[in-house]
């Protein structure tokens, strides 16, 4: 016999077949997982608290493309014990009761999911060094109500100046608010946080890192500097982090300076249903109405020509809804 290979070699050849595990629909009921929050991310790898140990995880596979945040509620597998190289999995991420988010600039499709299950949003803003930038403020306000959180003005230095010049621009939003000065008593603002989980944001230089500090002294958040000739601060954390308030039973979660707050995710009726005194007065409004001062038939209009809303609260109202398209700066 031949060592040739003919054609009618060919005709008997059958091509061995790949041994492969049959495939399933089953998924993995991780019975094993254990409950933990996330408390801060970094380049693919979350920090978690698991029954008080400090866990570092990554995201299972099955999750696919769903995001993992700061306060972000998950289960886990794996080892959960802490200790150095230790690397557990997320398994399954809760409902989120809120999710506070942005976009990069009022053009950018794309959300950014700051903060999850949070249910406080403090605006931290400087009365002077640097100057306060009402726009920030009106856009931050925005993102709360979107995301049904409450509001609460947050007003540092202000041995530096005084805080009614931009207080009364917020007063009649019934927006909570409170000041603080440097080196001052911070009872007011702990009494505002305990209980709650709360979401500080603000400009760089404005203190958020020095309250934090306060609050949670072995945070060591990095403390910025102004600029003498920007007036701007400098960026000194890098990433949200999570931190339990102590003996106060609640949450802060610290987050990075911002130059802008896009809100191209924000719907007029979104907004409006934050005030339900107003949202009862456009009831009539014709369909498609922003509710806007431009607005040639709106309710809103209506009710302060029969005296039946404040036209300073219309206003106000009117000023955060124009803020959804106006520079942040």
Known sequence: ????????????????????????????????????????????????????????????????????????????????????????????????????????????????????????????????????????????????????????????????????????????????WLVTQRGGDLAELRAALRGRTSVLIGHSGVGKSTLVNALVPDADRAIGHVNAVTGRGRHTSTSAWMLALPDDGGWIVDTPGIRSFGLAHVQPETLIEAFPDLDEMTEDCPRGCTHGADEPECGLDDAVEEGQADPVRVESFRRLLAARSEPAY
Do not use: F, W
Request: net charge neutral; charged share 30%.
């Open 1 to 176: 016999m031949s060592g040739r290979y003919t054609e009618h070699d060919h005709e008997h050849y059958e091509r061995p077949r790949r041994r492969t595990r049959p495939r399933t629909k089953e998924r993995p009921t991780y019975d094993d997982a254990v409950a933990g929050t996330v408390v801060t991310v970094d380049r693919g790898r979350y920090t978690l608290l698991v029954d008080g140990v400090t866990v570092t995880a990554m995201k299972a596979r099955p999750l696919g493309r769903k995001g993992v945040v700061v306060g972000d509620r998950v289960r886990v597998v794996g080892d959960t014990s802490g200790a150095d190289g230790a690397l557990a999995r997320i398994v399954e991420v809760a409902e989120r009761t809120t999710v506070l988010r942005r976009t990069a600039d009022d053009d950018d499709p794309v959300e950014r999911v700051i903060v999850a299950n949070a249910d406080q949003l403090v605006v931290v803003t400087a009365l002077a060094d640097p100057e306060p930038r009402p726009r920030l403020i009106d856009r931050a306000l925005v993102a709360a109500y979107d995301a049904g959180m409450r509001p609460l003005l947050c007003l540092t230095k202000a041995d530096l100046a005084d805080p009614e010049t931009l207080l009364v621009t917020y007063r009649s939003l019934g927006v909570p």
